[in-house]
C-alpha cells in the first residue's frame, strides 16, 4: 500500500471514530475534520440522551422523585361579633327592612348578651323565608299577637343611644350573614321566665331566652 493510500485509509478511520464520540456536530454533512468546543462536547451527549432515553424510566424530565412545593395557607383570623357589631352600628336605620330588625333586636332582646340578639333577629329573618309567616321582615315584625312592642302596626320612638346603635349593628351583621347565630334554625323564642308549653323542639339557649323550631 503506497504512502498516499495508507494516510487516505487513515484519514477514513478517523472521521468515523470522530463521529461516533460526537466530534462531528449534527447537521455537518461536509464529512470536514471538526473538533467540538468543551460546551458542545457536553451538550450533544444531554443532548442524545433526551431524545432517546424513555420518560418514567429513569428520563431527565422524571420529576417524580421531586418533593412538591408545598405553601402554607395564610390563616386569616375570623373579626369577633363585638367587632363587627361596633363596625356597623349607627344611629340612623332608615324606614325600611333594617329598621323594622333593628327595633325588633332593641325591644325584644336589647339586655341580652350580643350572641342572644343575634338569635333573635335570626329568629325573625327564618320566619321571613319559612312560609309560614309574612314573607318579609317588616312583615314578620308587625304581624298581629306576635311582638308586643308593636303598637298599631308602628314602632315606640327610640332616642339614639349606645343599645340602640348596638341593635343597628346586629341587625346588620344578621341581614348581611356575617356571623352565625347560636341558633340558626330557630323559628320561636322566649324568656326563660315564662312557660308557655309550646311542645317545640328547643334548639338553643342563649342568656335569658330559650330558642325553638
Same mark, same amino acid.
Given at each position: 500500500?503506497?504512502?498516499f493510500?495508507?494516510?487516505?485509509?487513515?484519514? #477514513?478511520? /478517523?472521521?468515523?471514530? #470522530?463521529?461516533?464520540v460526537?466530534?462531528i456536530p #449534527?447537521?455537518?454533512?461536509?464529512?470536514?475534520?471538526?473538533?467540538?468546543?468543551?460546551?458542545? /462536547? !457536553?451538550?450533544?451527549?444531554?443532548?442524545?440522551?433526551?431524545?432517546?432515553?424513555?420518560?418514567?424510566?429513569?428520563?431527565?424530565?422524571?420529576?417524580s422523585?421531586?418533593?412538591?412545593?408545598v405553601?402554607?395557607?395564610?390563616?386569616?383570623?375570623?373579626?369577633?361579633?363585638?367587632?363587627?357589631v361596633?363596625?356597623?352600628?349607627?344611629?340612623?336605620?332608615?324606614?325600611?327592612?333594617?329598621?323594622?330588625?333593628? @327595633?325588633?333586636?332593641?325591644?325584644?332582646? !336589647?339586655?341580652?348578651?350580643?350572641? &342572644?340578639?343575634?338569635?333573635?333577629? !335570626?329568629?325573625?329573618? @327564618?320566619r321571613?323565608t319559612?312560609?309560614?309567616?309574612?314573607?318579609?321582615?317588616?312583615?314578620?315584625? +308587625?304581624q298581629?299577637?306576635?311582638?308586643?312592642?308593636?303598637? &298599631?302596626?308602628?314602632?315606640?320612638?327610640?332616642?339614639s343611644?349606645?343599645?340602640?346603635? !348596638?341593635a343597628?349593628? #346586629?341587625?346588620?351583621?344578621a341581614?348581611?350573614?356575617?356571623f352565625?347565630?347560636?341558633?340558626?334554625?330557630a323559628?320561636?323564642?322566649h324568656?326563660?321566665?315564662?312557660?308557655?308549653?309550646w &311542645? +317545640?323542639?328547643?334548639?338553643?339557649?342563649?342568656? @335569658?331566652?330559650l330558642?325553638?323550631?
Amino acid at each position: 500500500m503506497s504512502i498516499f493510500s495508507r494516510a487516505a485509509h487513515f484519514a #477514513v478511520i /478517523t472521521f468515523f471514530t #470522530v463521529a461516533a464520540v460526537g466530534g462531528i456536530p #449534527v447537521g455537518t454533512a461536509s464529512g470536514a475534520m471538526f473538533y467540538p468546543t468543551p460546551t458542545e /462536547t !457536553k451538550r450533544l451527549p444531554v443532548l442524545q440522551t433526551l431524545a432517546t432515553m424513555p420518560v418514567g424510566a429513569g428520563a431527565l424530565d422524571d420529576d417524580s422523585d421531586i418533593a412538591p412545593v408545598v405553601v402554607p395557607a395564610i390563616q386569616t383570623p375570623k373579626a369577633s361579633l363585638s367587632a363587627l357589631v361596633d363596625a356597623y352600628s349607627g344611629n340612623e336605620a332608615g324606614d325600611g327592612e333594617l329598621n323594622c330588625l333593628a @327595633n325588633a333586636v332593641y325591644f325584644e332582646s !336589647k339586655g341580652e348578651p350580643l350572641a &342572644g340578639q343575634l338569635a333573635v333577629a !335570626k329568629v325573625i329573618m @327564618n320566619r321571613s323565608t319559612s312560609g309560614r309567616f309574612a314573607s318579609t321582615i317588616c312583615g314578620v315584625v +308587625k304581624q298581629p299577637s306576635q311582638f308586643s312592642f308593636v303598637r &298599631g302596626g308602628g314602632f315606640p320612638v327610640v332616642r339614639s343611644n349606645t343599645l340602640w346603635r !348596638k341593635a343597628v349593628g #346586629v341587625a346588620q351583621v344578621a341581614m348581611k350573614g356575617l356571623f352565625a347565630s347560636p341558633a340558626p334554625d330557630a323559628l320561636y323564642f322566649h324568656a326563660r321566665r315564662v312557660s308557655p308549653n309550646w &311542645g +317545640k323542639r328547643q334548639v338553643a339557649a342563649v342568656g @335569658n331566652h330559650l330558642f325553638y323550631r
